[in-house]
T-cell receptor, first 112, second 112 residues
Framework: GEDVEQSLFLSVREGDSSVINCTYT??????LYWYKQEPGAGLQLLTY?????DMKQDQRLTVLLNKKDKHLSLRIADTQTGDSAIYFC????????????FGKGTSLLVTP | KAGVTQTPRYLIKTRGQQVTLSCSPI?????VSWYQQTPGQGLQFLFE???????NKGNFPGRFSGRQFSNSRSEMNVSTLELGDSALYLC???????????FGQGTRLTVV
């Protein structure tokens, strides 16, 4: 399938903002998602954005979509140690029957 | 509202055996999808069921199969287990299979 790329690792200090980036190649992507996975757990849906939107904000989370550059980012404001986890970017499109196509995940480490 | 429930949480099986995993979706959701998560391949789509019909299938061998019941509960079966089938198997439920997908905690399968 088409590629979804993420950087593998990000380290931030508690209280700072975190920005996790994702690029995708399929221009027909319909929805783009951010999921969080803590050790030994399943995937928690954080937020998603429809492809005709540029931005979505939900409390501490801000999603930015640059459709021209096929770039998606997740900003976490006032990052806490409890935010340490793996964050997955995923996209779906009608051509794949809306199956989620995931990136490899970005491991976020928040240090005190 | 109860989330997605997967049973069992952990399984150990021997090569050549078969295994059945179960997933109960969120009440009212008619779409159930299955994903395999491994360190090497990441998250990969197995198949999706909607109203008891398989609508979409990923690139996995025929040893992997599934079904969905009239109450939307789903099972996936893996026959003739191989060592490489060791993975976290995640189930996701969605109202229509097109938008928000909520994941269960997963079943950790170890093949020895």
């Amino acid at each position: 399938g088409e590629d979804v790329e993420q950087s593998l690792f990000l380290s931030v200090r508690e209280g700072d903002s975190s920005v996790i980036n994702c690029t995708y190649t399929d221009s027909s992507s319909t929805y783009l998602y951010w999921y969080k996975q803590e050790p030994g757990a399943g995937l928690q849906l954080l937020t998603y954005i429809f492809s005709n939107m540029d931005m979505k904000q939900d409390q501490r989370l801000t999603v930015l979509l640059n459709k021209k550059d096929k770039h998606l980012s997740l900003r976490i404001a006032d990052t806490q140690t409890g935010d340490s986890a793996i964050y997955f970017c995923a996209e779906t499109h009608i051509n794949s029957g809306y199956a989620l196509n995931f990136g490899k995940g970005t491991s976020l480490l928040v240090t005190p | 509202k109860a989330g997605v429930t997967q049973t069992p949480r952990y399984l150990i099986k021997t090569r050549g055996q078969q295994v059945t995993l179960s997933c109960s979706p969120i009440s009212g959701h008619r779409s159930v999808s299955w994903y395999q998560q491994t360190p090497g391949q990441g998250l990969q789509f197995l198949f999706e069921y909607f109203s008891e019909t398989q609508r979409n299938k990923g690139n996995f061998p025929g040893r992997f199969s599934g079904r969905q019941f009239s109450n939307s509960r789903s099972e996936m079966n893996v026959s003739t287990l191989e060592l490489g089938d060791s993975a976290l198997y995640l189930c996701a439920s969605s109202w229509d299979g097109h938008t928000e997908a909520f994941f269960g905690q997963g079943t950790r399968l170890t093949v020895v």
